[in-house]
């Protein structure tokens, strides 16, 4: 009898094991927030995107059921067909007066952002240099589009600049990628030192906003506005998903790049529309990142709190939210993570594939109170 097709699968599957690479998911009961209900255990949350408490936030949910019942559940078609809301346009309106951009354009996820802006920017003829660490969706994006792809070592403009002097002139266009707030360890890429870059070898540059947006700058618009470059001309993609609390991704630039992805990101025009209740849900979180700034000055004050309570110096190496510990392998962070769960405290060990080095992963939340930091300190040190 033939081997059958799909036997490799079981073999593949121990080999993960093997590494401890292995991964499955937990459940969570209830609403999203500082303290969920984790496998039938209360355990203080800092695994989740959800910077600003806003995922369970009453306002927000009050949004996504009033969407829901006068627009239906779902958008029914792809934006371009029959899955275009006025909903749509305000919330892309709201986030284009967040960027203070010209114009922005909402996706389904911010996955879907970057793979469909990058493969409709460049193509076969082109160069793009990339951040080792970019996130899986930038890279992705680049192997779509047919691109010469060249990563950079991580935040290292030396070797940015290396790489341009040499293949710049090889090709037509070239597109820089970065995260902005790096999503596997926290820190900030050099912003304003990559814009001059990109000048220089005329270059387009997009940076990932995914963990700023809604945390970073006086008004919670991003990196971009952290570092004082707010009306630079870059293409700004973000996410819906992490501090705004729902569901979708966005591009944020000029009106003609936002026309031109209009009509050719393919996961815009062939994917269906973001849903009523995802769309108002994140309308209402820009309304609050507006109107309550508190809430970043809390998790500025907590990562604080935490800099001055955990003396491993490495930990901290930015303003964002996200903290880490390293640990010696993904046997070790796994079994750090799971005594910290013993413990009463949700962080997830961050191992390889996803990074290079094995870690612990700590997201703080606005909504953390300080004994949930005090708690954190007690069970670490
Ligand atoms: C989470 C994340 C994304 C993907 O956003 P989704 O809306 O969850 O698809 C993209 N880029 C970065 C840097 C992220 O952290």
């Known amino acids: ?18 590494a401890n690479w292995y991964r499955s998911v937990k459940t969570i009961k209830g609403r999203p927030g500082a303290v969920i209900n984790l496998e039938g255990r209360k355990v203080i949350n800092f695994a989740s995107n959800d910077y600003l408490g806003l995922a369970g936030d009453k306002r927000l949910i009050q949004a996504a059921i009033e969407a829901t019942q006068d627009y239906g559940t779902g958008s029914t078609g792809s934006r371009l067909l029959s899955g275009h809301r006025e909903l749509h346009q305000q919330l892309e309106r709201a986030i284009a007066q967040l ?4 114009a922005a354009l909402v996706f389904s996820s911010g996955y879907l952002a970057n793979i469909g802006t990058i493969a409709a920017l ?4 082109d160069l793009i240099l990339g951040d080792v660490y970019n996130h899986s969706s930038l890279k992705a994006g680049g192997k779509l589009s047919g691109a010469t792809l060249i990563n950079y070592n991580h935040c290292d403009l030396n070797d940015l600049r290396h790489k341009l002097t ?15 707030v790096f999503s596997m360890d926290g820190d900030l890429c050099p912003l304003s030192e990559l814009s001059a870059i990109a000048q220089e070898f005329e270059c387009m540059l997009l940076i990932d906003e995914a963990h700023a947006t809604g945390v970073l700058g006086k008004t919670g618009a991003g990196c971009v506005e952290h570092f004082n470059l707010t009306g630079a001309e870059l293409i700004q993609v973000g996410t819906l998903s992490k501090a705004l609390g729902s569901l979708g991704g966005y591009v944020a630039g000029s009106a003609n790049l936002i026309d031109f992805l209009r009509n050719r990101a ?12 995802d769309t108002a849900a994140a309308l209402a979180a820009i309304a609050i990142v ?8 809390t998790l500025i004050s907590h990562r604080q709190y935490l800099q001055r309570h955990l003396p491993q110096a490495d930990l901290f190496s930015s303003e964002s939210p996200i903290i880490c510990l390293g640990l010696a392998s993904p046997q070790a962070a796994l079994e750090r993570s799971h005594t910290l769960q013993e413990a009463g405290i949700f962080a997830p060990a961050i191992r ?10 700590f997201s703080l939340m606005a909504t953390h109170q300080p004994e949930h930091l005090q708690k954190l300190v007690e069970v670490w040190n």
Not at 166 to 180: H, N
Not at 290 to 297: F, V
């Open 1 to 18: 009898m033939a081997k059958s097709p799909y036997s490799w699968l079981e073999k593949a599957l121990a080999t993960i094991h093997h």
């Open 266 to 277: 393919p996961s815009w025009i062939y994917t269906t529309g973001l849903s009523p209740a």
């Open 352 to 361: 390889p594939p996803t990074v290079p080095t094995s870690r612990i992963r």
């Open 290 to 297: 507006k109107q309550e700034p508190e809430r970043r000055e």
């Open 99 to 102: 960027k203070q951009t010209e």
């Open 166 to 180: 040499i293949k710049r002139s090889l090709y037509r266009r070239c597109l820089i990628t970065t995260d902005s």
């Open 122 to 125: 460049v193509g076969s003829r």
